[in-house]
């Protein structure tokens, strides 16, 4: 099957920067949209940016501007580049891949970003 590795979560101050990676492992063949999403206590997990196989991206008004991600296709693995980091910023943040192969997506267990004031 097909398992997601997020990694690069932590705590950091205020105006800080931190580089998400999520990594897929498994038997992949393909891999189209590659996302992230985040949730923070209490409230619903929301996207923060997504990027489709061709390298097109979107991105949620919150983080537009202080947020890039980017993919390695040869690596099945997604990145978010998160500058200007803000309080508000603190959540949870998952990776899904939509795996061609399967036809469904998947997620990964999510790592933790906390930004302290």
């Known amino acids: 099957q097909v398992q997601l590795v997020e990694s690069g979560g932590g705590l950091v101050q205020a105006g800080g920067s931190l580089r998400l990676s999520c990594a897929a492992s498994g038997s992949i063949f393909s891999v189209n949209a590659m996302s992230w999403y985040r949730q923070a206590p209490g409230k619903e997990r929301d996207m923060v940016a997504a990027?489709?196989?061709?390298?097109?991206?979107n991105y949620s008004d919150s983080v537009k501007g202080r947020f890039t991600i980017s993919r390695d296709n040869a690596k099945n693995t997604v990145y978010l580049q998160m500058n200007s980091l803000k309080p508000e910023d603190t959540a949870v943040y998952y990776c899904?891949?939509?795996?061609?192969?399967?036809?469904?997506?998947?997620w990964g267990k999510g790592t933790l970003v906390t930004v302290s004031s």
């Open positions: 899904k891949m939509t795996v061609i192969t399967y036809g469904r997506d998947y």
């Open positions: 990027i489709s196989r061709g390298g097109v991206t």
